[in-house]
């Protein structure tokens, strides 16, 4: 039997130990060649037609990782400007940036409209203040599919129960905005939502966005968002990893048919995020005290919820494996155990009620899937320090990608 991380061989070598020591806990650790993979199966969705995959770096906006997904052929999605400017710094020229922003200000869009970035609004009120600031621009628009998807409500971001995206009822209004302010509407975008491993509700949200599509004349894209899921039950369920290939040809069959209806063919894009670098990181934490209360027994560790936000804010699921002496434990006596944080919440927990091997002080933690919407999320709540980051090159060493705040750094913005 071996662990997940012994499967892939995540740590190609490196003792996660020696990784703990140098680097301290908690630890962001990545794998080059896994995210480097994840990246080439995107950028291939769809090979029948114009395709781009845009990295929705809301995932991981670590620059180090922004500068391969520029390697690997990948657009990039941003979100504010400070993404953008991120994105300019990691050598992303404006037209492979895509700004879909949400209730911003008339600064932000200036940004982008300044520096030649393509800019999606997506409510009639950020059209109008689009069209007032910047008339005869080119934009997009983002429409609602009347389609949600995602593992929890919280990030389903389509469908009735969501404050995104225009809606199939609004389209006209689009196109009175547009004329008034000589705005050229050159592309559609979605996003159903975060973490599908079923595609159907997506593949139904790209026949709704194409059929609203054909309101629109000769588009120079359509973007159907992204949500691909990973499977975070892998070692738990033995989860098996989304169908691209069955999905692709799925999705290519819809394309078939809108581009024999439409009469043209338009750039076709999709904006993965969790997909590209999820299961390419791990989070490396140390077991502090083991206790039990009322006949449970908690293993409290450095991983706070300031570190990983998503199993408290969404109640979210990460396997975790037991390292002790480098090594992962996988045999012997078993017992169930909560894995919780050093953050004084009582929501502070990683992992509730897990069946894994008898845990000791001083045991590592490894929690499987944190490459996405980990440190992205990191704050310093309780004036915890943010961790570090580290990355597991193709040829085997070990790089810091991003060091560990100072207590320095919680101090630098105040006016002492």
């Known amino acids: 039997m071996k662990s997940f991380i012994e499967k892939v061989d995540f740590f190609a070598g490196n003792d996660p130990e020696k990784l703990a020591a140098e680097y301290g806990t908690p630890l962001y650790v990545y794998n080059e060649d896994i995210i480097r993979q994840s990246m080439r199966t995107l950028k291939n969705i769809i090979t029948k037609y114009p395709y781009t995959a845009n990295f929705s770096m809301k995932a991981n906006s670590n620059l180090t990782i922004l500068k391969m997904a520029l390697e690997e052929g990948l657009n990039a999605d941003a979100m504010s400007e400070g993404e953008m400017r991120l994105l300019f710094k990691a050598g992303f020229p404006a037209e492979r940036i895509f700004f879909v922003p949400n209730n911003v200000a008339v600064d932000e869009l200036k940004f982008a409209v300044d520096n030649k970035i393509m800019v999606s609004l997506d409510s009639i009120d950020q059209l109008e203040l689009f069209g007032k600031n910047f008339p005869g621009s080119e934009c997009a628009v983002r429409l609602n599919p009347g389609v949600g998807a995602g593992h929890h409500e919280k990030v389903v971001t389509a469908g009735k ?3 995104f995206a225009i809606t199939d009822d609004q389209i006209d209004n689009i196109f009175e905005i547009a004329k008034k302010y000589d705005l050229k509407v050159v592309g559609i975008n979605q996003h159903v939502g975060s973490l599908f491993m079923d595609p159907e509700p997506f593949l139904q949200a790209v026949k709704n966005l194409l059929h609203m599509a054909e309101k629109f004349d000769n588009l120079k894209f359509i973007d159907f968002g992204g949500g ?31 581009v024999k209806e439409a009469g043209y063919t338009p750039l076709f894009k999709t904006e993965p995020g969790r997909y590209t670098t999820c299961e390419g990181g791990v989070l490396l934490g140390r077991v502090h005290a083991v206790k039990t209360n009322a006949d449970k027994k908690f293993a409290g560790t450095d991983i706070g919820m300031n570190i990983l936000a998503r199993p408290t804010l969404y109640g979210s699921w990460h396997d975790v494996e037991v390292l002790r002496d480098g090594k992962p434990v996988y045999e012997g ?56 980051e580290v990355m597991i090159m193709a040829d085997g060493s070990c790089k810091l990608i991003r060091r560990k705040d100072t207590y320095e750094d919680l101090l630098r913005g105040f006016d002492i």
Request: with cysteine.
């Open 161 to 163: 129960n969501t404050k």
């Open 333 to 388: 006596d078993r017992e169930v155990v909560t894995v919780t944080g050093n953050i004084c919440e009582s929501g502070d927990i990683i992992a509730k009620e897990r069946d894994i091997p008898v845990i000791k002080t001083g045991d590592l933690v490894c929690v499987l899937d944190s490459g996405s919407y980990g440190y992205a999320m990191a704050s310093n709540y309780n004036q915890r320090l943010r961790p570090a």
């Open 228 to 258: 691909y899921g990973v499977p975070y039950h892998k070692v738990s369920e033995d989860e098996q990893p989304f169908d691209f290939e069955s999905f692709t040809k799925k999705l290519e069959l819809i394309l078939d048919d809108f």
